[in-house]
């Protein structure tokens, strides 16, 4: 067995069956070992979609899956959606094609400092020693990115080729994730009978789906306390028969208003609330200045457990649920706005949907009417890099078979990773892809205000208009094997998104605003 | 003046006059401070454009322009463009924007290690003090650009809007290229002179271009030497009147074969030939194992001086010149082939055009039988990585008002950055983008023989197959405003690349293979 066979052999041992792959020549004895049943490639036509497809596919499926990159500029392709992949605590395996080793002195044409490229956004990299320890450092990789670290596994060729011996079958081992100390509970519960103004929870990442907005829900119901989630979490299961958490707005105004009222603020697998930006004359923490936070559970420890603890110390446990009510939500008519979008979603959502968000502008009303959609999730980009929707879409759908896949888009964001249409079209994948095609960067027209600039001047209004030519996302859809349609009433955007359902496969739906 | 104005005002006193540009909220200031009618603003959909545009623009002005990117992760996207720019020694002065300094302990979600991302492919990297050293910051990062260098200029938003006070207008200084020690000169004279077999001199950089190939050309009409270039070149001037450089083979079994005759290779701003990649039992140095390596020029040192200097130490400054004469070429009929392509170019090129060249595996055969044709310029890939051309095209096209750009793709490198054909649209750009679509990584089918494994099996197959589905180009150009047309005959290709240059503004050619 060789060096690339072992690799390939230890990821499916343990339990890494899925590649986004844009492989290389320095690639080549990898993409031979792929050769196997076992595992599924997926070929992306670009790297930023095999990282974001990775992130999508650890954000449904809880493990991960790896990548095949080639060389430093290969993996540097990669970085954004690896950042944005790193701030949703999605972990993956990044295989790195590297030069053979005793190349690498000639400075040939594609060497660069690959460790220097991955390291800022790696939690675990290694360049392995050689065939012989591919299978242990392969095995190590596969543990960090389980426990939701990036693990960056750089391949020489020769390591690629060299004899790897016996490969062992190693244990799958489960990470653990802590409970909170039970003092830390005591004090949130004696804090929470204690307050004489209102307290808010807020809850992130595993906390916000399965048990855990359940067990938060009891809490509010049995102490009043309100509960919500950062602006972007990485995952959230709402709808009808979930419970629903409020949003922390993004625009600093809007937060510091909503947190005005909170003295107390828990945070769950989350820190503070922060300004996604910092202004001239505003402040970066949107908590009320005497507003004092209290962690019940860190990043990375089990707030669910942390909630049930909470709910225990304050008797919460037989709490009335308050279970989200089905809204039937009439199709909306005429104007597209932001209002008549939000209808039309929350109309057209299929039962288990996938709503991935990256709509900027146009999407920012849709998570307050879609509450009372049929049950569903929704994934944020928690790390701000556009490009994110479209590859996380891809991954989420690999992942998840069965389920419809809505990918929401600004124009501008759309144009950055659009090759994910492609691997949609090649694996038949089920998402609907819906492009809010405001033909601006319209969000930075609003950051441009926020600054005090007032209205650009012409030159700068240039550089965030998108209008100069019209960009015609049916044709770039078709031009990737997409079928499309463009939509300019919220009856139309609506029955679009129902069409889409009917068919499997992708679709992608332009909404002219 | 605020920081912004301070950078943009230094910028312009330079002479740096065009900024590639994908701005976020961090770089509003900067955007308000690009409002000024001496500065051109190019905005580009996704950062490599801007970057590749950086390195094409370069090229042909031999000044930099700047790039404007968004925190860490535009700089990310940008990255791989980034490093081909620096192996082609293109200088660009990359101000990037990060966080207000009192916001980045709060940890938001874009922060990153900004400078970590950076350093690797940075030969200068500054994140600036604050607005009143920023035009100092900003002299320094022009300088290192004018030298060919990759400067990355780190503008944290309360520099932006802080107070510059009294901006200084510095002089412009011109880098100057160190001509080589005389005895360098004397040592290879004297081995011309003496050597029995043939010499090879290999060109590179500034010494393909202006008087470097005549001074070349001479040298081997008097002592009988071959001429060529490495595979890639940054630049090279060539055509009818010009003097024509043989090219050393990509493939290692051809480029061992073209320099087996060589016991002596003389470099001109270049180093070793190398092979792309290293294979099992291939050799990664291209020479005679008994062949001599003699540096006339280092990279960076002024070759063609040095050309002059070897010349007249060899008395050739007389000798005949070896004017490459016009060839005719009759406009091909009938089936594509690499021979066919590369005749319906040598036909259609008109004078002064402008060849960037990522076509790979179907372009291979075009610099031999162009040779002849009018007088043209190539720019060529010298960092390998993929996703060069069309934004390389998009820069040449901004420095080269009034001549035709013929961008060529292969279909599989199209797809890294597309986006470019939309600046190409909004810029009016002269550029003819011609996609070679053989629907597969062609390259890489010849790797993986070239590794060892023959055939590849059905499954590694499929990972260089990009047929299922077909990629329609034209409609991939029509989405973002770009005129296109799909040819399958040698004649049609011809005529649709004629067409092109009757009209101003771009146009996409599909070659269907």
């Known amino acids: 067995m060789n060096g690339a066979e072992a690799l390939v052999s230890t990821l499916l041992g343990q339990g890494v069956d899925t590649c986004f792959a844009n492989p290389?020549?320095?690639?080549?004895?990898?993409?031979?070992?792929?050769?196997?049943?076992?595992?599924?490639?997926?070929?992306?036509?670009?790297?930023?979609?095999?990282?974001?497809?990775?992130?999508g596919y650890f954000?449904?499926?809880?493990?991960?899956?790896?990548t095949l990159l080639h060389l430093g500029p290969g993996l540097a392709n990669g970085l954004a959606n690896i950042h944005n992949a790193r701030r949703a605590g999605s972990g993956m395996v990044n295989v790195i094609g590297?030069?053979?080793?005793?190349?690498?002195?000639?400075?040939?044409?594609?060497?660069?400092?690959?460790?220097?490229?991955?390291?800022?956004?790696?939690?675990?990299?290694?360049t392995t020693d050689g065939a012989h320890t591919l299978a242990h450092d392969a095995l190590q990789a596969i543990e960090a990115a389980r426990a939701g670290e990036i693990a960056t596994l750089v391949l020489p060729g020769d390591a690629s080729w060299g004899d790897a011996g016996q490969v062992p079958q190693f244990p799958r081992r489960q990470p653990e994730r802590a409970a909170p100390p039970a003092e830390r509970v005591?004090?949130?519960?004696?804090?929470?009978?204690?307050?004489?103004?209102?307290?808010?929870?807020?809850?992130?990442?595993?906390?916000?789906?399965?048990?855990?907005?359940?067990?938060?829900?009891?809490?509010?119901?049995?102490t009043g306390c309100r509960i919500a989630t950062q602006f972007f979490t990485n995952r959230i299961e709402r709808g009808a028969g979930r419970v629903t958490l409020e949003r922390i707005p993004y625009f600093v105004a809007a937060a510091?208003?909503?947190?005005?009222?909170?003295?107390?603020?828990?945070?769950v697998e989350t820190g503070e609330p922060i300004a996604f930006f910092a202004y001239p004359g505003l402040p970066s923490q949107l908590k009320h200045?005497?507003?004092?936070?209290?962690?019940?559970?860190?990043?990375?420890?089990?707030?669910?457990?942390?909630?049930?603890?909470?709910?225990?110390?304050?008797?919460?446990?037989?709490?009335?649920?308050?279970?989200?009510?089905?809204?039937?939500?009439?199709?909306?008519?005429?104007?597209?706005?932001?209002?008549?979008?939000?209808?039309?979603?929350?109309?057209?959502?299929?039962?288990?949907?996938?709503?991935?968000?990256?709509?900027?502008?146009?999407?920012?009303?849709?998570?307050?009417l879609t509450c009372g959609a049929l049950p569903h999730d929704t994934l944020q980009n928690m790390g701000g890099s556009i490009?994110?929707?479209?590859?996380?879409?891809?991954?989420?759908?690999?992942?998840?078979?069965?389920?419809?896949?809505?990918?929401?888009?600004?124009?501008?964001?759309?144009?950055?990773t659009l090759q994910s249409l492609w691997t949609h079209a090649r694996e038949g994948l089920d998402v609907t892809t819906v492009v809010f095609a405001n033909r601006k960067y319209k969000i930075l027209e609003a950051e441009y205000a926020n600054m005090g600039f007032g209205t650009p001047g012409p030159r700068a209004a240039e550089m965030m208009e998108i209008d100069r030519p019209t960009l015609d996302f049916v044709s770039l859809a078709r031009?990737?094997?997409?079928?499309?349609?463009?939509?300019?009433?919220?009856?139309?955007?609506?029955?679009?998104?129902v069409r889409s359902c009917a068919e499997s496969g992708p679709a992608l739906i332009e909404v002219v605003m």
């Open 24 to 55: 290389g020549t320095s690639e080549m004895h990898f993409l031979s070992a792929l050769d196997n049943p076992a595992m599924k490639s997926v070929l992306c036509l670009f790297e930023g979609v095999a990282t974001g497809a990775a992130d």
């Open 59 to 66: 954000r449904m499926k809880e493990s991960p899956a790896a």
């Open 98 to 126: 590297d030069h053979v080793t005793s190349h690498l002195k000639y400075d040939a044409p594609l060497t660069s400092d690959l460790e220097g490229l991955a390291r800022p956004l790696s939690h675990w990299l290694r």
């Open 186 to 222: 005591d004090h949130v519960a004696r804090m929470i009978r204690k307050a004489d103004g209102p307290v808010l929870l807020v809850l992130a990442d595993r906390a916000c789906r399965g048990r855990g907005p359940e067990l938060a829900g009891r809490i509010a119901s049995a």
């Open 256 to 267: 510091l208003e909503y947190l005005q009222p909170f003295r107390h603020i828990v945070t």
């Open 289 to 368: 200045p005497e507003a004092q936070l209290h962690s019940l559970a860190l990043p990375g420890e089990d707030g669910t457990m942390a909630l049930e603890m909470l709910a225990d110390a304050l008797g919460a446990r037989q709490a009335a649920v308050p279970w989200q009510e089905r809204i039937e939500t009439p199709v909306p008519q005429g104007a597209i706005d932001p209002t008549s979008i939000a209808h039309a979603l929350a109309a057209a959502m299929p039962e288990h949907c996938i709503l991935v968000d990256e709509s900027l502008t146009s999407g920012r009303t849709s998570m307050a």
């Open 387 to 416: 490009g994110f929707g479209t590859p996380v879409a891809t991954g989420a759908a690999m992942a998840s078979p069965g389920r419809r896949v809505f990918c929401l888009e600004g124009d501008g964001s759309m144009m950055y």
């Open 479 to 497: 031009g990737m094997g997409v079928p499309g349609v463009k939509v300019d009433t919220a009856e139309d955007f609506h029955a679009a998104m």
